[in-house]
């Protein structure tokens, strides 16, 4: 079973250089992928396609070998459930704590408002040193801190597929080394990562195949 699969994938955004035309690309438990692409623009594109954030021309997209219906949101939340996206356009509502917004997936999916953070996500946010601003509204985090925020939120989804755009520069060389060690150990249980980075050690350590994206064509290396 492949945990993602696009067929004849279409994407058009031709004002922006990030169409991709009929692609077809699977990915199965224990990939680790590094995009290499001419445009970051496009390459940032296809992470939000895995994502499920951008809605498709034409083609089909299989989560699990389920087609994904993308005519309603809703009908994506379980599958954005299961998918960590770490990246520069990730963001957490405005209006709600840090502490809610680390909880509202389970909030929606348990149907509960009054759940304790678990000890992975409590020990994560002290390992980064946000425990005491759990409280507080994202827009009064600095945004080191925010950044790191939405780092912990996709994590302790426990997700099946994590997506990263230069965990480098998002989580920042302060936390860097921190980042890394967190997730070796989820790549070590073969949690499939797609990414893109400009880090070489990071790289050659986290990556097994690399996809290539050229004038809206995929190949795989």
Known sequence: MYLINLVDYTIDFPESDCSFNKLNFTLSRGDAFVIIGDSPDQAHMFLKALATLVKPVSGDFYFKDKKVDFSDY??????????????????????????????????????????????????????????????????????VDLRIAIAIRELIK?????????????????????????????????????????????IEEFSNKKIFLKDGTLSIG
């Not at 960590?84 to 509202?104: F, H, K, P, Q």
């Not at 989820?186 to 893109?196: E, G, N, T």
Request: net charge negative.
């Open 74 to 143: 809703r009908n994506l939340l379980p599958c954005k459930k299961k998918i960590g996206y770490i990246a520069s356009d990730s963001a957490m509502i405005s209006n709600i704590t840090v502490r809610e917004n680390l909880l509202y997936t389970r909030y929606y999916f348990e149907n509960l408002l009054s759940l304790p953070l678990d000890e992975t996500a409590k020990k994560l946010c002290e390992n980064f040193g946000i425990y005491d601003k759990l409280d507080i509204y994202p827009g009064r985090l600095s945004s």
């Open 158 to 202: 426990s997700p099946d597929l994590l997506l990263l755009e230069r965990p480098e520069d998002f989580i920042g060389h302060t936390n860097f080394d921190l980042f890394t060690e967190v997730l070796r150990d989820m790549v070590l249980i073969k949690l499939p990562i797609v990414f893109i980075s400009y880090d070489k050690d990071f």
